[in-house]
């Protein structure tokens, strides 16, 4: 399985940005997908999953009504809609994948996920 994340950049805040991660070589329609974060000097956190199939998904609170999580099947991504970026969003963005259904209480644990991604890097400024 190979992941790579994109879309990551410099941005203001209150600004958007849409993160992509596209995933190759499995047939995903068993995975869960998530994107976490990682802050300098801080744990890898995570911002938000989805289902492949995309009926279930789930986010930090810290992002609840500000990012969105969706997948496209027919180009194999899982994108990440990031609004009203607030300067603690700043991170490298990972995304990650677990080739089985995942129990809720442990849906957020980075060790949960087989596959990573690079990361991609969003600085949001003042």
């Known amino acids: 399985v190979q992941l790579q994340a994109s879309g990551g950049g410099l941005v203001q805040a209150g600004g958007s940005l849409r993160l992509s991660c596209a995933a190759s070589g499995r047939t995903f329609s068993s995975y869960v997908m998530g994107w976490f974060r990682q802050a300098p000097g801080k744990e890898r956190e995570f911002v938000a999953g989805i289902t492949w199939s995309g009926t279930i998904t789930y986010y930090a609170d810290s992002v609840k009504g500000r990012f969105t999580i969706s997948v496209d099947n027919f180009r194999n991504t899982v994108n990440l809609q990031m609004n009203s970026l607030k300067l603690e969003d700043t991170a490298v963005y990972f995304c990650?994948?677990?080739?089985?259904?995942?129990?809720?209480?442990?849906?957020?644990?980075?060790?949960?996920?087989?596959?990573w991604g690079q990361g991609t890097e969003v600085t949001v400024s003042s």
């Open positions: 990650a994948a677990r080739s089985l259904p995942v129990a809720p209480s442990h849906r957020d644990r980075p060790n949960s996920y087989d596959y």
